[in-house]
Each structure stands twice: as structure tokens, then as C-alpha cells.
């Protein structure tokens, strides 16, 4: 038997940033949009700046809608938290494997 592997991925534009989910099954990989959300900067001392608290509360809803379609998750909380651990709290460059037993 196959077994699916899921991800959710974080992307962030200029205007705007969304919360993917893929799933690959069989070697066949399938991407959704779960969570779309708005980008707009601040202005401080005459430059824009993007609006981490902003963009840090969207993501954490996304990925708690993402977890919402993955059936295998069983323990979304532990989930969500490890996840939005691991957003906030990562070097850059490190790769994690979050996956359920």
C-alpha cells in the first residue's frame, strides 16, 4: 500500500500570501490553495516594511485550515504547534520532517 505524504507550504508575495497544501501519492503530486490572504506594508521612517505581526497571524490560521484536510493528522494541535514552532523559531537553511506516528 502507497502511502500519501502531505505538505504545507508558505508562500509569500509582494501584495499578497497563501498557504498551499501538496499531497503526493504514487509519485503524482497535487497542489491546492487552502488560505489566501492579503500583504500590505508599513510605512516607518519613510520605507515599507512588511507587517510580520500581519503575516505571522495569517499563516497560523492557514495552516490550521490546512491540517483541517489532512486526514492522517490525528493530533492537529500537536501539529499546529510544532509547525508554527518551527516557522518562528528555525535557522534558515534547516529542513524538518514533520509527520505523525
Known amino acids: ?3 500519501d505524504n502531505n505538505y504545507i507550504a508558505v508562500d509569500l508575495g509582494a501584495e499578497s500570501g ?3 497544501l501538496g499531497n503526493v501519492t504514487n509519485e503524482r503530486l497535487v497542489l491546492e490553495e487552502i488560505y489566501r490572504f492579503p500583504n500590505q506594508p508599513l510605512k516607518q521612517n519613510k520605507t ?14 492557514g495552516i490550521t485550515e490546512a491540517v483541517k484536510y489532512i486526514r ?3 493530533y492537529v494541535y500537536d501539529h499546529r504547534t510544532t509547525i508554527w514552532k518551527v516557522l ?7 529542513i ?5 506516528w
Open 1 to 3: 500500500m502507497q502511502q
Open 18 to 20: 497563501r498557504i498551499m
Open 48 to 61: 515599507l516594511r512588511w507587517d510580520f505581526n500581519n503575516i505571522l497571524s495569517n499563516i497560523k490560521k
Open 72 to 74: 492522517d493528522w490525528l
Open 88 to 94: 518562528v523559531e528555525a535557522e534558515p537553511g534547516e
Open 96 to 100: 524538518y520532517n514533520i509527520d505523525c
